[in-house]
Structures are given as structure tokens and as C-alpha cells.
């Protein structure tokens, strides 16, 4: 184990694995859950990784910590380089890439749209979307049903973002095939882009994206001499006379490519963990299907609550680049190392969470999960702004499917993570099998069995 102290900390840095950076990179790449669970049994809470080409992170994961971290002010802790992994995709302009006060103003311009409310008139477009996708699943087959369901919510949010408009098809299968590019390393590193074999892949990456880029002005021109509606494009084309620099065709193209990419990557996957995690959970699938048929909700929200905790796709909120001394927890830390609020092993701490390896919604039956205990969403400023539309989509789509299919699992084991771009998803894209439902003998049996 190695220590690396600092003329300015008042005590040792955290321990570090004395791996070579290109092993500690590929540990973490290719077994992420796996990997941070040894960190924390070999040295604790707080721990430093190593990755090539990158400052030293410093992964905490005690909720005060984490409370620090996300929190700080952003000229001593900012955030703004921790996600400059997806500015392929989402352009440079983007709000989630920006600094404190531009970033500020570009959540502004959109979170009237995603308030609670606003996303609840949502529901029956999310609806017939589901209805209408559902009917095209494979049945009584095994099938990886990540992708079936990366298509349902890039259709969600484009017509959360543009309403209807003749053009939203053409754009739905280009941003499918361009957004492939999200689960290779050549996003996340751009030294590999002029290598053969990752430099045609990502040519194509660029090809997608002129195209992409061209349909999606000209649906912001189109929007900006039509009607308002009730899409958050009106709702960024509506900021001119409040804030100039929005209005910007660069800034809404931004904008809304970054709505597009964490409003359908981060639910699809997060409803491909549910999916495994009911496939594999018998009596936790029966339950919530005998509570939905019988009209309570309740167990559904504890479920999805417990699988936002079980397998949260964001392993850790955006990491801080330490701009100026920062203590916690007794150490002082200093430029240019990066500090990281590890959500997953928050959530799986059993001091915070009772056997937190097994998949139990009843823990969230009598209490709401605690806001600074379950973190799914990120934390402080950067968190999450869909989180409002995703937990609608989550719940529809799993009351909608359990209502007409069986899911069964493939295998008997739950996948282990993948990358996708900043998140993690089931490694063979989420395989289960769909089958139809036998009502009448399913009543019989569950009355029979669980007699109330």
C-alpha cells in the first residue's frame, strides 16, 4: 500500500493500490462495481485511484464527506472538467459543461419544463409511446433489452423536446446510430481517434454528428417562427427577453443535445438494472406484479427507489477539481487532484443500508429515501434535472410490461456493469426473457399462495 503525503495536507494523503495506472484504468474500466468494492476492503472509505492520463482521484464515500464535496463552492471545488468526457456529444456550449453562473442560467431556461407538474402532463404521451413499443418486444426468447429500450426514451424525449414534428424520425435513428459511439473507449480517450480501427469508428462518430447537427437547427429555426407550444424548445427559444445569451442557436443546440443525451441514456438504463434486478428477484417481481394487479402503488416507488439505490448508473457524482486548498476529514488537499462523491458505495454501505447487496424494496416502504443517504441523481448543483421525467418513464414502463409479460432471466446471475459513456448498464444489455401472462392462472396461483 502506498501513502502519498504533501508538503500542505496536515496528515497523509489517502492509501492508493501500488498498481501500474494502466492496470488500476482497466480494473476500473472492466470491472467498476468490483473494483471500487476491493478499494474500500483494502483501505477504507477513501481512497485514491490512478487512472492514465488523469490527476489523481480521490474517491470518498461517506455521506459527510460526499456532503462536502458536492457542495463547495465552485471556485474551490469545480466540477466543470469532470465531464468533459460527453463534450463530443453534447457540444461545448452545453450548460452541463459550464461554469457556476452560466451553468446556472441554462438550468434555469430549462427546469420549468421538468418540474413535477410540468412532466405530469407528460404522462399519457409516455404512455401510448410504451403501449406502442411494447408491442414489438420479442417474446418467450432471450433479448437484450437495453436497446429496445434506449429507443423508447430517445422517442420520449425528443417529443419532450420538440413536441410532434415530421422531422423527429429521421432524427430518432440518426441520434440512435450516433450515440452507439457512448460505449467505447474512443469518447472517453481521444488518443485512440487516430489509431486504425478506433479512427473509422470514430470518422463515423463525426459524420453522424454533421447530420444530427443540421436536422436539429433547423428544428430550432422552425420552432423559433412558429407558435409556443408546450415543449421545452419553446421553453429555451421563450428566454430572449430574460437572458439574451440563451437565444443563442448555438447555446439551444447545446442545450438540447444534452437534454437528449442524459434524458434517454440514464432512464434506459436504469429500467435495463430494473429489469435484471426483477428477472432475478422472484418474489420481489411477483409481489409488486399481485400489488399492481390489486391497484398499489406503493411497492411499485419502494422498487424503483431500491433499484436507483441497488444500481445507480451514476457510480459517483461529477468529480471537483481542487482549485484551491480544501480540507476534509482532517486532510488538506491541493491542485491539480480531483475529489469524487462515490454514490455507489454510499449505497452500499451497511452501516447506511442493511445487507446492501440484496435487493429489498421493503426498505423503502415505511421511509422515503433520506436526500443526503441515496444520491441516484448526482449531487449539489450538477444533479441530475430529469429526474422528475425519469421516475415517470421508469414507472409506466414497469407497470405497463408487468401488467402484460412474465420477465424471466436469463442465466443465474445478474450482469455485471458496463460503460457507457459516464455510466454504467448491464455488460450484455440487460438479457431476460418476456412472456405473456396467463392472468386468470396467475390470480389463482398468487391468491393461493398468498392468501389476504
Known amino acids: ?13 489517502p492509501p492508493a493500490p501500488r498498481l501500474p495506472r494502466a492496470v488500476q484504468t482497466f480494473a476500473f474500466w472492466h470491472e467498476p462495481h468490483a473494483y471500487l468494492a476491493w478499494c474500500r476492503r483494502r483501505y477504507g472509505h477513501t481512497f485514491i485511484i490512478n487512472p492514465v492520463g488523469m490527476p489523481s482521484l480521490v474517491f470518498m464515500s461517506e455521506p459527510d464527506d460526499i456532503k462536502l464535496i458536492v457542495r463547495a463552492p465552485a471556485d474551490v471545488l469545480h466540477p466543470g472538467e469532470g465531464g468533459t468526457v460527453i463534450a463530443p456529444l453534447v457540444g461545448e456550449g452545453s450548460f452541463m459543461l459550464a461554469d457556476e453562473d452560466e451553468h446556472l442560467r441554462g438550468r434555469r431556461a430549462i427546469m420549468p419544463s421538468f418540474h413535477q407538474n410540468a412532466v405530469e402532463g407528460h404522462a399519457s404521451m409516455v404512455r401510448e409511446l410504451v403501449v406502442r413499443d411494447l408491442a414489438s418486444w420479442p417474446r418467450g426468447t432471450p433479448v437484450a433489452i437495453h436497446p429496445y429500450l434506449r429507443a423508447l426514451t430517445l422517442k420520449i424525449i425528443l417529443r419532450t423536446i420538440f413536441g410532434e414534428h415530421s422531422r423527429i424520425e429521421d432524427l430518432h435513428a440518426r441520434l440512435f446510430a450516433m450515440f452507439s459511439v457512448t460505449a467505447s473507449l474512443v469518447l472517453q480517450e481521444p488518443p485512440l481517434r487516430h489509431l486504425p480501427g478506433w479512427r473509422r469508428a470514430w470518422r463515423r462518430f463525426l459524420v453522424d454528428r454533421s447530420e444530427i447537427d443540421k436536422i436539429i437547427f433547423s428544428l430550432i429555426e422552425d420552432g423559433a417562427h412558429t407558435q409556443a407550444d408546450q415543449s421545452v424548445l419553446s421553453a429555451l427559444l421563450g428566454t430572449s427577453e430574460r437572458d439574451r445569451d440563451q437565444t443563442d442557436a448555438t447555446k439551444v ?14 432512464t434506459a438504463s436504469e429500467l435495463a438494472w430494473a429489469f435484471q434486478l426483477l428477472a432475478h428477484n422472484r418474489k420481489v417481481a411477483d409481489r409488486l406484479v399481485d400489488d399492481l394487479d390489486n391497484g398499489d402503488e406503493r411497492y411499485l416507488t419502494a422498487t424503483i427507489q ?24 482532517g486532510t488538506t488537499y491541493i491542485p491539480p487532484v480531483q475529489l469524487v462523491g462515490c454514490i455507489h458505495l ?25 436526500p443526503d443517504l441515496w444520491l441516484p441523481w448526482g449531487g449539489g448543483r450538477k444533479h441530475c434535472p430529469g429526474n422528475h421525467l425519469a421516475m415517470l ?3 409506466i414502463v414497469l407497470r405497463t410490461v408487468l401488467h ?27 438479457q431476460i426473457i418476456l412472456k405473456e401472462r396467463d392472468t386468470v392462472r396467475h390470480h389463482t396461483v398468487r391468491s393461493r399462495l398468498f392468501p389476504r
Open 1 to 13: 500500500m502506498r501513502t502519498v503525503r504533501d508538503k500542505h495536507a496536515r496528515r497523509p494523503l
Open 253 to 266: 443546440h447545446d442545450a438540447v443535445m444534452s437534454l437528449i443525451l442524459a434524458g434517454h441514456e440514464t
Open 393 to 395: 418513464e421508469m414507472s
Open 346 to 370: 454510499m449505497h452500499h454501505d451497511p452501516n447506511l443500508y442493511p445487507q446492501p447487496g440484496q435487493f429489498r424494496p421493503e426498505r423503502f416502504l415505511q421511509t422515503t429515501p433520506h
Open 404 to 430: 402484460a409479460l412474465q420477465v424471466e432471466p436469463v442465466g443465474n446471475r445478474i450482469e455485471t456493469a458496463r460503460w457507457r459513456s459516464v455510466i454504467v448498464t448491464p455488460e450484455k444489455g440487460s
Open 306 to 329: 431500491e433499484v436507483l439505490r441497488h444500481r445507480p448508473v451514476f457510480l459517483f457524482a461529477i468529480p471537483r477539481v481542487v482549485r484551491k486548498p480544501y480540507e476534509i476529514a
